[in-house]
Nanobody, 124 residues
Framework: QVQLKESGGGSVQAGGSLRLSCAVTGFTYGPDCMGWFRQAPGKEREAVAIINRDEPTTYAPSVKGRFTASRDNTKNTLYLQINSLKPEDTGTYYC??????????????????WGQGTQVTVSS
């Protein structure tokens, strides 16, 4: 059974940086399609970035230039480097995966496996 576990969240001041990790277990090869999503208080969950194996990463316009998603297939781990944090980046960050698919779509409903989330709080 594939499981995802995020870590690395925390409380930081605006302008700071965080590196989130998502460990994938129960899957020897690792899902091809993975993504990062976030949910701010009182708002809907939104896509941040999707990363398909051996393909360029796709970012949401609101985070492009500040967020960098990457993956280490040898460690079955997904990362999200967040720089120049803003208060509006506050929320719970989730990683997600879609197994048995070489296609990766930036849509919540596309992803079938989700982690429990890690909280990011940015103060001004």
């Amino acid at each position: 059974q594939v499981q995802l576990k995020e870590s690395g969240g925390g409380s930081v001041q605006a302008g700071g940086s965080l590196r989130l990790s998502c460990a994938v277990t129960g899957f020897t090869y690792g899902p091809d399609c993975m993504g990062w999503f976030r949910q701010a208080p009182g708002k809907e969950r939104e896509a941040v970035a999707i990363i398909n194996r051996d393909e360029p990463t796709t970012y949401a316009p609101s985070v492009k230039g500040r967020f960098t998603a990457s993956r280490d297939n040898t460690k079955n781990t997904l990362y999200l480097q967040i720089n120049s944090l803003k208060p509006e980046d506050t929320g719970t960050y989730y990683c997600a995966a879609r197994t048995l698919s070489r296609v990766c779509i930036m849509r919540l409903s596309w992803f079938s496996i989700w982690g429990q989330g890690t909280q990011v709080t940015v103060s001004s």
